[in-house]
Nanobody, 126 residues
Framework: EVQLVESGGGLVQPGGSLRLSCAAS????????MSWVRQAPGKGLEWVSA????????FYAESMKGRFTISRDNAKNTLYLQMNSLKSEDTAVYYC???????????????????WGQGTQVTVSS
């Protein structure tokens, strides 16, 4: 059974940092690209970042470039998102998503995600 479990969210002040984790199980983690997608209150899904199966390629939405860093540890079956210089507009539920096709990745939102985590809440507020 495929499972994606996010953690690391919380309340942080503007300008602060958080590191999100996504623990994966039930599939060969290092065969699949992974993404982070978020949903702000009252808004639709917004793609945040993606990483290829081996971590060799990373992609970011324009507003996250220079502030967020996606990474993965394939030995630990874990995906990460380091978020720095957080802004109030970063407040959202953050989801990790698994690409459905082995050895495929794309920049931007993929319509091929086949599994999602339950999400972790990030609130940026003073």
């Amino acid at each position: 059974e495929v499972q994606l479990v996010e953690s690391g969210g919380g309340l942080v002040q503007p300008g602060g940092s958080l590191r999100l984790s996504c623990a994966a199980s039930g599939f060969t983690f290092d065969d699949y690209a992974m993404s982070w997608v978020r949903q702000a209150p009252g808004k639709g899904l917004e793609w945040v970042s993606a990483i290829s199966w081996n971590g060799g390629s990373t992609f970011y939405a324009e507003s996250m470039k220079g502030r967020f860093t996606i990474s993965r540890d394939n030995a630990k079956n874990t995906l990460y998102l380091q978020m720095n210089s957080l802004k109030s507009e970063d407040t959202a539920v953050y989801y990790c998503a698994k690409e459905g096709v082995r050895y495929y990745y794309t920049e931007g939102y993929s319509h091929g995600y086949d599994y999602w985590g339950q999400g972790t809440q990030v609130t940026v507020s003073s």
